[in-house]
């Protein structure tokens, strides 16, 4: 299905929550399971076709409808219809019920629509919303399980087009165009049939083990380019969005290996009179005329104070040069035998970018082992080549790489120099590289040597090495996390250090408390085990907790609390009561082995933090 179909967002499987809903009194209160459905009209704007997975007929883009789940009928045909909250027109913002309300014994629908139009309800209800449209968003199945084309490429496209469909109606806007760069506009956004999106994850040799053997992890990213960002009026570079591999090769380290860092100084003069003159336009610049004024009367009552001759001769031969055009420093030389006191210095001009190269013997034992190869060549060849649009107006900026040097498995070699994110600006393959013409029988050549050259996108600041006293080679402050996301290495208030990560569903932080990395995809793309045991807020439950003082919300409505353990007092904690998160996400709360409850904090919008 393509992207610009009108679609639909969330259902009663999987994108439910439970609330307390009460009477009007306060009384008679029902715990019940309720969902949002969310409609897209693709890019078609306000008016386009609703439905896409599901629904039918015209549509208002971003009208959410909450239903209330009933099992007693079997199906979405028994559930309670409450109402439609709309992102524009005159009852934006609120949930209306439209149509025949249908009370079933319990809670009334006028009672469900109180509940939720509440202002604090509906800020939870607005984070509820935009959850279950970024996940559907990223979704490459609908929800009868066939396959469709995600509408979002990644977590930060997907954050994007669900304010712009929720908050304003439709993911098509006007300012799309600028804000995601000249990579992502309308006209380019087609690429050219027989365009690779994937490329396999590929190992060599065959008997390579990663556990026994140190190795380079070469990582194939789509190309995102950074965007302009504004702070309190200035302009700056944001940050390339978080990105997932799109296929991997691995190598054993080659020979030769080395980074060198540079920056660029260069020498600079500015004599007396150039600092006079300099000094005499900041004033200007800063304090107007008056201060312009006020430093000029300085500069002459110091010309004024130098005395001799000679300096009166040389202070007059300075301007006269000025004055005829000619050089000033040459015609003060010949008039006087002297020259101004250049004031010569070396400068800091920039940073430079890194180039890496290195060169690697592929000498196939086997006809699998040969294919491999063959792979190998292409996933380089390929990988660095730019991508035409379909129109073939524009050509698109080529994959780019993230390398990472391994050991014990996939661990970062602490002692070896870490990447950026990476260009390959040159692939050379020798397919004689011992110099002669050799084959095998099925026409392979018996060796190949490629060669491959490498430059960072961004220079080295001091701040990728971090702050610390570090005994390792590696960035302190970010590393890769081989999927393309970003960890950053930081410490809580008592020097517990944790990997910090960007979390890939509500782009909150995401703490891991472990000495060692995670693998956070699986190979289909979803949370592995590990990851989401290494996420756990264990002891999340009220009943372990004492001292607790609400002290702040989340932007989906959970409330943040600080707390004491009861078996820890002189310790403080923030987070969330598992109890409250139940009834809002019920997936993210599991029970212990000892009944009490946990939260898996990477399902939700907060941070389990030690204060």
């Given at each position: 299905m393509s992207?610009?179909?009108?679609?639909?967002?969330?259902?009663?499987?999987?994108?439910?929550?439970?609330?307390?809903?009460?009477?009007?009194?306060?009384?008679?209160?029902?715990?019940?399971?309720?969902?949002?459905?969310?409609?897209?009209?693709?890019?078609?704007?306000?008016?386009?076709l609703g439905g896409g997975t599901g629904g039918t007929g015209l549509s208002t883009g971003g009208k959410a409808t909450l239903y209330r789940r009933n099992d007693t009928f079997g199906g979405q045909l028994g559930d309670v219809l409450i109402g439609t909250k709309d992102s524009t027109g005159p009852n934006a913002g609120k949930i209306v019920h439209g149509g025949t309300q249908v009370n079933l014994p319990g809670i009334s629908v006028e009672d469900d629509l109180a509940h939720f139009n509440k202002p604090d309800t509906m800020k939870r209800m607005n984070g509820q919303i935009k959850a279950t449209v970024q996940k559907g968003m990223l979704a490459t199945k609908d929800s009868d399980g066939n396959n469709v084309d995600p509408v979002a490429k990644n977590v930060p496209d997907a954050q994007k087009k669900t304010n712009d469909l929720v908050d304003k109606?439709?993911?098509?806007?006007?300012?799309?165009?600028?804000?995601?760069?000249?990579?992502?506009?309308?006209?380019?956004?087609?690429?050219?049939?027989?365009?690779?999106?994937?490329?396999?994850?590929?190992?060599?040799?065959?008997?390579?083990?990663?556990?026994?053997?140190?190795?380079?992890?070469?990582?194939?990213?789509?190309?995102?380019?950074?965007?302009l960002t504004s702070s309190d009026g200035l302009l700056g570079s944001g940050n390339r969005a978080d990105r997932k591999s799109i296929g991997s090769v691995t190598l054993p380290i080659p020979n030769g290996i080395k980074d060198g860092d540079r920056v660029e100084w260069g020498g600079d003069s500015?004599?007396?009179?150039?600092?006079?003159?300099?000094?005499?336009?900041?004033?200007?610049?800063?304090?107007?005329?008056?201060?312009?004024?006020?430093?000029?009367?300085?500069?002459?009552?110091?010309?004024r104070g130098i005395s001799g001759k000679g300096a009166e001769s040389a202070i007059g031969s300075y301007f006269t040069g000025a004055a005829t055009g000619k050089d000033k420093g040459k015609f003060m030389s010949?008039?006087?035998?002297?020259?101004?006191?250049?004031?010569?210095?070396?400068?800091?001009?920039?940073?430079?970018?890194?180039?890496?190269?290195?060169?690697?013997?592929?000498?196939?034992r086997d006809h699998k082992e040969a294919m491999?190869?063959?792979?190998?060549?292409?996933?380089?060849?390929?990988?660095?080549?730019?991508?035409?649009?379909?129109?073939?107006?524009?050509?698109?900026?080529?994959?780019?790489?993230?390398?990472?040097?391994?050991?014990?498995g996939t661990e970062n070699h602490k002692y070896l120099n870490s990447f950026k994110e990476c260009a390959l600006k040159s692939c050379d393959v020798n397919y004689t590289p011992e110099n002669s013409y050799s084959t095998y029988t099925d026409g392979v050549m018996t060796a190949y040597s490629i060669t491959l050259a490498f430059g960072e996108l961004e220079p080295i600041y001091n701040d990728d090495y971090g702050a610390g006293d570090e005994e390792h080679l590696n960035f302190s402050a970010k590393y890769d996390q081989g999927d393309g996301s970003i960890a950053e290495t930081k410490e809580t208030p008592d020097g517990t250090t944790y990997q910090s990560t960007i979390d890939p569903t509500f782009?909150?932080?995401?703490?891991?408390?472990?000495?060692?990395?995670?693998?956070?995809?699986?190979?289909?793309?979803?949370?592995?085990?590990?990851?989401?045991?290494?996420?756990?807020?264990?002891?999340?439950?009220?009943?372990?907790?004492?001292?607790?003082?609400?002290?702040?919300?989340?932007?989906?409505?959970?409330?943040?609390?600080?707390?004491?353990?009861?078996?820890?007092?002189?310790?403080?904690?923030?987070?969330?009561?598992?109890?409250?998160?139940?009834?809002?996400?019920?997936?993210?709360?599991?029970?212990?082995?000892?009944?009490?409850?946990?939260?898996?904090?990477?399902?939700?919008?907060?941070?389990?933090?030690?204060?």
């Open positions: 992207t610009d179909n009108p679609r639909t967002y969330g259902d009663r499987d999987n994108n439910t929550f439970v609330e307390t809903v009460c009477d009007s009194n306060g009384g008679n209160c029902h715990k019940n399971t309720y969902y949002w459905v969310v409609e897209d009209p693709g890019t078609g704007g306000l008016g386009g109606g439709s993911r098509t806007n006007p300012e799309d165009i600028e804000d995601t760069g000249t990579q992502d506009t309308a006209q380019i956004s087609e690429i050219n049939p027989g365009t690779r999106k994937q490329f396999p994850t590929l190992q060599y040799p065959s008997t390579l083990d990663p556990k026994k053997q140190d190795t380079i992890h070469f990582s194939m990213l789509e190309y995102s380019p950074k965007k500015m004599d007396a009179g150039a600092l006079a003159v300099a000094a005499i336009a900041f004033s200007a610049i800063t304090e107007g005329s008056k201060g312009a004024n006020a430093e000029l009367k300085k500069i002459m009552a110091g010309v010949r008039a006087t035998g002297q020259i101004m006191n250049p004031n010569m210095e070396l400068l800091f001009t920039g940073p430079s970018l890194r180039d890496f190269s290195f060169t690697f013997l592929l000498a196939p491999v190869v063959m792979k190998i060549i292409r996933f380089f060849k390929q990988g660095m080549l730019p991508i035409r649009s379909k129109s073939n107006l524009f050509l698109k900026a080529p994959h780019t790489f993230q390398l990472k040097y391994q050991t014990n782009g909150h932080e995401i703490r891991t408390f472990t000495d060692k990395q995670t693998t956070i995809y699986d190979s289909d793309g979803n949370f592995t085990e590990e990851y989401r045991q290494s996420q756990t807020g264990g002891g999340s439950d009220i009943r372990i907790k004492e001292n607790i003082v609400k002290v702040s919300q989340s932007p989906s409505g959970l409330n943040i609390y600080e707390w004491n353990y009861k078996s820890a007092p002189n310790s403080r904690y923030r987070g969330v009561m598992a109890q409250e998160v139940m009834k809002v996400v019920p997936e993210a709360v599991y029970a212990e082995k000892d009944g009490f409850l946990s939260v898996y904090y990477n399902l939700i919008d907060v941070n389990m933090e030690l204060v």
